[in-house]
């Protein structure tokens, strides 16, 4: 093994190609990684020795293997002979600011010039996939970021151990801790997140570890890793770094070094009065507080006119930002703070309501909806007016071409989109009362006639929800299309497949799937403007239709309209022995409920998923011209800003220090990802009893809180049997499947066809999974939820609201899903 200081190896180069680690000085020809190596091995630092192809040397190397093969030869017998590790070393890669941490390939124990040709060419390549453009596009600095891949070779060790090392805890950005992940044997697997390693940490002089067991390290490993990690932190002026290390013999070695770029900031929390619950249905942390910034005018706003179109005795919702996660709270009739005192006894709370003015105008407020069937009326200009107002508005601002705008023009764009988002979720909350109370209605009328459940009577919703399958479905006739094409069917095949591959290969089939993304690809993927879209990422669309190619994963319940067909057919025999006034009622309430419940889902492609990302691509837009100026460090930096702050800066007027105080409240995010706040904040006062309430205002607030009960998951899990997780049954049958955890947009890819999905929540947009998934199970939501009105629609077994199925099941587990018990069983538990 030969260390980088042995002047045994000299400074000579290979044939003029090679630069030996020695020399290798100069950052814009070979890369962060080994000029970083290089430093360190002036300053001491026990380095392996390596050799490097500059990043000007790269393309006429590769040209020529001929004259490259005899220049490879060389250089492995200046490295000793044996095999090699070859590795990037990106002209952009260990920044401050952008590590490209795993963005790069590396290739391990090569040996042979050919071998050793075809790694730095595999290398070369991952340093110009669509992977690390992406992830420069949104992560690379303002500033000028070179372009290019040097690539360094080195010696292959056989460690006995090897990992990494941070001087500071990257998950709470504690700067007295240093945490040591090891495996034994050669790092990659821990590298690239195949295996969980044995996990230390070293407070002051004390280590601990966290694993059930050490089996790599000892005491005094753990103590020279993390003394090595404070060495060169201290080294690179106090700049956290994030370390890789491999034990030889009796030798640490220093395989790498790179600042931490996302070290979490603690942040200063405000105090809330008043009693709040965190919003985990809809909102997965970390929330950007551009999201906030978006929502928060919007809910308050669009929930108060709701409340008071219905005469209910609340002025509105609202939500707070506390550093990447949002609190939510009834604000009382009147506005003000939100309320922690119990509400009166309900016969008092009758009379107050018939004598307090503003309550006095809610009852007759609420008199009226009936009397005028105001839930009719919205639903008629739903379907005749406002679904057609929110489409031709989409449609006109797609048309916008962003990048032609002057920055004038750029600004006033944005409140236009701004208004849009308005508008719809004004639409979106006029229609919440028409989509719920309907189905309320129906559930009390089943259990009066028939005596059913509320999943029983929900059985007859199956298949209304179209707008929701929508999109999935359309994936499905791109499928069978692909299906009775042989050279696009092969074209599947391959899991790197892009888009501009199947357009020169097959444009036909790209037309139409160019198409798909035209009409459903504008919507963001979670209710986060932070989030990609799926028009931003059609390797997900692609990956979609793979999974349909692949076939329908076995044991799927029946479809949708099979269930609530058989549902009817039970319905109609029951009534066969009911009045004719009975019939009658059931067939009104049944009409104008499967109407409601239809709406309730389909309208949020409208209302939510095209406005948001609408917006969503402004503000990368946005972005993308702040990072230019300098005044974000980064393009999505602009998502850690308020809506005021970057209109403020597109017209020039950027206040002091933007770019800093985003980049802080972005690592104060991460922060609360790994601490999170409480789920509830304040003393929860009760909801009053509505019983004393005239029967008209009664009745919206008793199917209101029905609602909002079947909305959101209980705060605490259901006690179970060992091996069994319990929670709401949201959609009929059984399935047995393989567990697929899935908490964002960036696991997508990890899903399988027939897999059970597992995931904290879904919003409508996730709608495309679920054409090949078996089942589904979610930590939050209620009956009445999205993923449970999708599951319905798709014909999957569903259970919600399990509180902690994400903390409880493992990837790869084998559990049968029971929609109908709402109980998710573990196949090992027997």
């Keep these: ?173 504690d700067r007295d801790v240093v945490v040591i992940n090891a495996v034994p044997g050669v790092g990659a697997n821990l590298m690239d997140g195949t295996v969980t390693g044995e996990e230390w940490r070293v407070h002051d002089d004390r280590a601990e570890c966290q694993s059930q067991a050490p089996v790599c390290l000892s005491i005094d490993d753990v103590h020279r890793i993390s003394e090595l990690a404070r060495r060169v932190e201290e080294s690179f002026d106090g700049v956290p770094q994030d370390i890789e290390w491999a034990i030889a013999g009796d030798d640490l070695i220093l395989l790498q070094s790179r600042p931490i770029t996302a070290l979490p900031v603690k942040p200063a929390l405000p105090e809330l009065e008043g009693f709040w619950t965190k919003e985990l249905e809809h909102f997965v942390p970390p929330v950007s507080l551009m999201t906030w910034s978006i929502h928060q005018p919007n809910l308050y706003q669009a929930t108060q006119a709701a409340l008071e179109a219905f005469g209910v005795l609340f002025e509105a919702i609202d939500i707070t930002y506390r550093a990447g996660e949002m609190y939510e709270s009834e604000i009382p009739l009147g506005g003000g703070k939100p309320d922690e005192s119990a509400p009166p006894p309900w016969w008092l709370f009758g009379v107050l309501a018939r004598v307090v003015p503003d309550m006095r105008q809610r009852m007759r407020l609420a008199r009226e909806a009936i009397d005028t069937d105001l839930e009719g009326q919205i639903l008629h200009r739903w379907e005749s007016e406002w679904s057609f107002e929110l489409e031709a508005t989409s449609a006109n601002l797609r048309a916008v071409e962003l990048d032609s705008l002057s920055d004038a023009a750029m600004a006033t764009q944005l409140d236009i989109l701004r208004s849009f988002t308005k508008r719809a979720f004004y639409i979106h909350f006029q229609l919440a009362f028409p989509c719920i109370l309907p189905v309320y209605r129906l559930i009390t009328l089943c259990e009066e006639l028939f005596g059913w459940d509320e999943h029983q009577t929900l059985r007859l919703m199956h298949g209304t929800s179209h707008g929701t399958s929508v999109a999935s479905r359309d994936l499905d006739r ?181 770019g800093e105080t985003a980049h802080r409240r972005r690592m104060e995010a991460r922060w609360t990802l790994a601490n999170p706040g409480p789920d509830t904040i304040g003393v929860e006062p009760g909801m009053p009893d509505f019983r004393g309430l005239p029967k008209e205002a009664r009745d919206i607030h008793v199917g209101l809180i029905w609602a909002m009960d079947r909305l959101r998951a209980p705060r605490q899990a259901q006690t179970s049997d060992a091996g069994v997780i319990s929670g709401v049954p949201a959609s009929p049958g059984r399935y047995q499947g393989t567990v697929r955890i899935i908490r964002n947009e960036q696991e997508f890819s990890r899903l399988e066809a027939g897999d059970v999905l597992v995931c904290p929540s879904t919003s409508s947009s996730w709608t495309m999974l679920f054409g090949t998934v078996g089942a589904l199970v979610t930590d939050q939501g209620g009956s009445l939820s999205h993923p449970a009105i999708i599951a319905r629609e798709h014909g999957i077994p569903a259970v919600v609201a399990t509180v902690n199925a994400t903390e409880k099941l493992t990837d790869g587990q084998i559990v049968v899903v029971d929609g109908s018990t709402g109980r998710v069983e573990s196949v090992d538990a027997g």
């Design 478 to 658: 791109l499928a069978a299309m692909i299906q009775q094409d042989p050279l696009a069917s092969a074209l599947f095949e391959d899991r790197g497949l892009t888009l501009d591959q199947l357009h020169a290969e097959c444009p036909g089939i790209a037309s139409e799937i160019n198409r798909h993304l035209k009409n459903y690809g504008i919507r963001v993927i979670q209710n986060e403007l932070a989030n990609l879209t799926y028009l931003e990422k059609p390797s997900l669309t692609l990956q979609f239709i793979r999974d349909r190619l692949r076939g329908e994963p076995g044991n799927q319940a029946d479809t949708a309209d099979t269930i609530a067909q058989a549902a009817l057919e039970e319905a109609s025999t029951l009534l066969s022995m009911r009045s004719e006034s009975d019939r009658m009622r059931f067939d009104q309430t049944l009409e104008r409920a499967r109407l409601a419940y239809g709406t309730r889902d389909s309208n949020v492609y409208l209302t939510l998923g095209h406005p948001w990302g609408l917006l969503r691509l402004g503000l990368l837009e946005a972005g993308r011209r702040l990072q230019q100026q300098g005044v974000l460090k980064t393009r999505d930096d602009v998502f850690y800003c308020t809506f005021e702050e970057v209109q403020a800066a597109i017209r020039g007027k950027a206040p002091g220090g933007l």
């Design 1 to 173: 093994m030969m260390v980088v200081g042995d002047q045994s190896t000299g400074s000579a180069t290979t044939g003029q190609v090679f630069i030996h680690l020695n020399d290798a000085v100069d950052a814009d020809r070979i890369g962060g990684k080994a000029a970083t190596l290089a430093l360190l091995a002036r300053r001491g630092f026990p380095t392996l020795t390596g050799m490097v192809l500059p990043a000007d040397q790269v393309d006429s190397f590769l040209e020529d293997p001929h004259q490259a093969l005899p220049a490879i030869a060389q250089m492995l017998d200046q490295l000793g002979g044996g095999p090699v590790a070859v590795r990037s070393s990106g002209l952009a890669e260990d920044q401050q600011d952008a590590s490209h941490a795993g963005q790069f390939s590396t290739v391990l124990d090569v040996s042979g010039e050919r071998d050793v040709f075809d790694a730095i060419t595999r290398v070369v390549r991952s340093g110009q996939s669509d992977r690390v453009a992406l992830y420069r596009s949104a992560i690379a600095s303002g500033e000028y970021q070179p372009d290019g891949t040097a690539v360094l070779i080195q010696p292959m060790l056989q460690p006995v151990a090897a990992g990494v090392a941070f001087s500071a805890d990257p998950g709470t950005g």
